[in-house]
T-cell receptor
């Protein structure tokens, strides 16, 4: 199964709050889990990524939490800012063989000032 | 540095007309190349991927086809467009081979509206 399930579909957060987006996968062959940020009319851009050998990765205000046994991973945006308003996609792929990313359905985040 | 070019940015085509979208990558060799489609308010669906010249894998049976005539050129085509072909088409590339990050770099996309 190649599916990656993402929730919520949309999220409204006040400025300074924490935004949390969750994803779950089924294919245990996946070993690379990136998050992409997409602004309207633009292509997605890599935000942060994690591998199964660590349970958490932090880059600035963005943190990925990874639970291998539950096959779940999540994105936390601390101190959310209006400039973070965008659509966020989780994805998964394998490092060998078929490397194409399988994407979640996306979360539209709106940070209110 | 590597760059990816995708054109046109927007396109309005009548039903039954042909389609040709082009994507080129600069600054890298032997990339994996991908075509994704994003329907309004939905995620990205992989349409085609290629690991080399003339090597195309289709993910979803449909009205579209892809070709890779040169190492860094990827073309998405259709002989006769359908209304359901409307969407945001994205080209992407990634490093081929080895073990490491498989980050995909996306182009700016083509907004296709079939009328």
């Amino acid at each position: 199964q190649q599916q990656v399930k993402q929730s919520p579909q949309s999220l409204i957060v006040q400025k300074g709050g924490i935004s949390i987006i969750n994803c779950a996968y089924e294919n245990t062959a996946f070993d690379y889990f990136p998050w992409y940020q997409q602004f309207p009319g633009k292509g997605p851009a890599l935000l942060i990524a994690i591998r199964p050998d660590v349970s958490e990765k932090k880059e600035g205000r963005f943190t990925i939490s990874f639970n291998k046994s539950a096959k779940q991973f999540s994105l936390h945006i601390m101190d959310s800012q209006p400039g973070d308003s965008a659509t966020y996609f989780c994805a998964a792929s394998r490092d060998t063989g078929r490397r194409a990313l399988t994407f979640g359905s996306g979360t539209r985040l709106q940070v209110q000032p | 540095s590597q760059t990816i070019h995708q054109w046109p940015a927007t396109l309005v085509q009548p039903v039954g007309s042909p389609l040709s979208l082009e994507c080129t990558v600069e600054g890298t060799s032997n990339p994996n190349l991908y075509w994704y489609r994003q329907a309004a308010g939905r995620g990205l669906q992989l349409l085609f991927y290629s690991v080399g010249i003339g090597q195309i894998s289709s993910e979803v049976p449909q009205n579209l086809s892809a070709s890779r005539p040169q190492d860094r050129q990827f073309i998405l085509s259709s002989k006769k467009l359908l209304l359901s072909d409307s969407g945001f088409y994205l080209c992407a590339w990634s490093v081929r081979g080895g073990v490491g990050d498989t980050e995909a770099f996306f182009g700016q996309g083509t907004r296709l509206t079939v009328v």
